[in-house]
Structures are given as structure tokens and as C-alpha cells.
């Protein structure tokens, strides 16, 4: 008989969320909004952090750029943890961010025709 | 780090909205590559009588599951949906899903149309352009546009469409409406 099977979807998470970030909660290398774009770093220079399997995770699905929230959901992990952990990869030089431009700030009719077309083509 | 926004990598963000079991996951999922997105946010509590500590803050954390999906439009070109949360307790998660959005879908099902006052409200304080999608379920009566325009009492150019969630088909025309009323809505400011 299986010993844990008291542990279920019910009892929760065995690792609380935060235990793969050591406790914290908040990082503040940068905000990384759900769309950001983050990009593993061509010239990585050399950390002293010790990265773990989260970590490498995250640089191997960010081989070409992926927004924040497409890395949160991939890994399966809380859009709060993987911010921690970017936030780690950001000040250790592995990656870099960019913005996205999010149309609200710029909205252009011409954009949104083609947001249109390219609906209607799907 | 050049800020200027490139045409090469542009966003529309487009927020799914409506009540519990309205169809937000059946949208999401049908139009797009549909994944889960978990946000673990902390609850502060209050331990009242419990030992010592009574009036310690205690924290805990919540977790909030919403719908994720991406569709590519053509290169550098690329449409997120975000199903909002589903609960009323989740509002913490809405100010950051509006942020950058650029229109927003509110889901209503007829059997239970009081569900998406809440979004309704949300948006027309945020200024966001947002449509009705009426999804479609066996069993609920048929009603006129018209008739639920005015029990969710809506201005007059909020568009109210008719949509299977489950069909790719109707959710995508549900996607270019609001598309169409974003852009009257742009015009007209």
C-alpha cells in the first residue's frame, strides 16, 4: 500500500511555493509583467549563484524569447515564484528582458485591421 | 535597452471575463493553445485567541488558477487571452490582468446573468472597451440582444453577441467584435 496516499490534490502542494525561492517573496530586480519578454543572455558572465533545477529550467525555455507568463505556465509554477527566480536569473547576467509594447499604450487602427485579418485567417 | 516600441514584437492583451462556469476555459482553450496559469498570492489572516500570538498576523498563501492562452497572428504580431478568475475574492488579480489590456470579453450565461455585474462594473470604471458574449448552454431559454442589453443595463454601443464557446468558429468572431468595437471606440476619443 502506498504510504502517502493521504497526499493529495486536497492536502495541498508537499513544497510550499515559496520554499523553491528560500522565502522570498519579492525580487527587486525588476517587475516582470506577465508579458514581458525574457531572453537567455548571449554573453552570460559568470555568477556566483548557484542555480538550481527551477533555474536551468527557465534558460531552456528561454532560448528564444518567451513572455513571463508563457514561462510561468510551462513550468507550472506561480507567476510570484518564477518572478523570484528571473529576478535571480536577471542580476546573475543569464538573461535579459524586454518589453513587449502592449497595443492599449499605442493603439492604432492600422494594427488592429491586422489584429482583424489575422483572426479571420485562423 | 531600446524602450521604443518596436513593430516587431507587439502585444494585444485581451482579458476574458464573466462568472463561475460561464465558459471562460472553453473560449480560451478553443480559440487558442490553452494553458493553465497559477499565481500564488499571500492572505494575510488574523489569529484571534489562539495562544500568545493572538493578534499576530499570520500568512498564508492562496493559490488563483486562471486561463492562459497565446495565438500568433503573424510574426512580431501576438494576441495573449487571459481568463480572469473566476471568484470575487481573486480581485487583487484584476488590476494587473488590465494593465495593458486592450479589450475585454464578458461571458454571460442567461440561467445566471447577474454573474458578470461584477466585470461589467470593473470595466466601465476602467474605461476598457469590452463586448457580451451570450454563451450558448442546452437548457437556457433563448433571449433577444436586446433583452439582455437591458437587464445588464448597458450602454447602448457595448455590442451583444450570441457565441457557442465551444466552437472555434464562434469564438473567434467573439475575438474580431470586440476588435470592431475597439476600434469605434478609439475613434470616438
Redesign the interface.
Known amino acids: 500500500m502506498n504510504d502517502h496516499e493521504w497526499l493529495d490534490e486536497e492536502a495541498g502542494p508537499v513544497v ?3 520554499a523553491l525561492t528560500g522565502g522570498r ?1 519579492r525580487h527587486g530586480a525588476s517587475d516582470f ?3 514581458t ?1 525574457v531572453v537567455q543572455s548571449s554573453e552570460s558572465r559568470y555568477g556566483s549563484l548557484l542555480l538550481g533545477p527551477e533555474h536551468e529550467e527557465i534558460l531552456e525555455l528561454c532560448r528564444m ?1 518567451v ?1 513571463v ?2 514561462v ?3 513550468l ?6 518564477v518572478r523570484v527566480l528571473l529576478g535571480d536569473l536577471l542580476t546573475e547576467g543569464r538573461i ?12 492604432s ?1 492600422r ?6 485579418d ?3 485567417a ?1 | ?1 531600446d ?1 521604443r ?2 513593430e516587431a ?5 485581451i482579458l476574458v471575463a464573466g462568472g463561475f462556469g460561464a465558459g471562460k476555459t472553453t473560449l480560451v482553450g478553443s ?1 487558442s493553445e490553452m ?8 492572505l494575510t489572516e488574523r489569529s484571534i485567541g489562539v495562544d500568545e500570538l493572538a493578534g499576530v498576523e499570520r500568512k498564508s ?1 492562496t ?1 488563483v488558477a486562471m486561463d ?1 492562452g ?2 500568433t ?2 510574426t512580431g ?4 487571452l ?1 481568463g480572469t478568475p473566476g471568484q470575487d475574492r481573486f480581485w487583487f488579480m484584476w488590476d ?2 488590465a ?4 479589450g475585454a470579453v464578458v461571458l454571460a450565461d442567461t440561467r445566471r446573468l447577474a454573474d458578470c455585474f461584477a466585470s461589467i462594473d470593473y470595466f466601465e470604471r476602467r474605461g476598457l472597451p469590452f463586448i457580451i458574449a451570450v454563451n450558448s448552454f442546452d437548457g437556457a431559454r433563448p433571449y433577444s440582444p436586446d433583452d439582455i442589453r437591458i437587464a445588464l443595463d448597458l450602454d447602448p454601443e457595448v455590442p451583444v453577441v450570441g457565441c457557442d464557446a465551444r466552437s ?1 468558429e464562434s469564438s ?1 468572431q467573439v ?2 467584435t470586440l ?2 468595437h ?2 469605434t471606440a ?2 470616438k476619443r
Not at chain 1, 96 to 107: I, M, N
Not at chain 2, 9 to 13: G, Q, Y
Not at chain 2, 77 to 80: D, E, H, I, K
Open positions: 510550499r511555493p515559496f517573496t509583467d506577465l508579458m519578454l524569447p513572455s507568463a508563457e510561468a505556465s510551462s507550472d509554477l506561480a507567476i510570484g515564484v535579459s528582458v524586454r518589453a513587449q509594447a502592449p497595443v492599449a499604450q499605442f493603439p487602427s494594427i488592429i485591421k491586422e489584429v482583424i489575422g483572426l479571420q485562423l | 535597452m524602450s516600441p518596436s514584437e507587439l502585444a494585444v492583451k480559440v494553458r493553465p496559469l497559477r499565481t500564488e498570492e499571500q498563501t493559490t492562459f497565446r495565438i497572428l503573424r504580431l501576438v494576441l495573449y487571459f494587473e490582468l494593465e495593458g489590456a486592450l472555434r473567434k475575438l474580431i476588435m470592431g475597439v476600434m478609439m475613434a
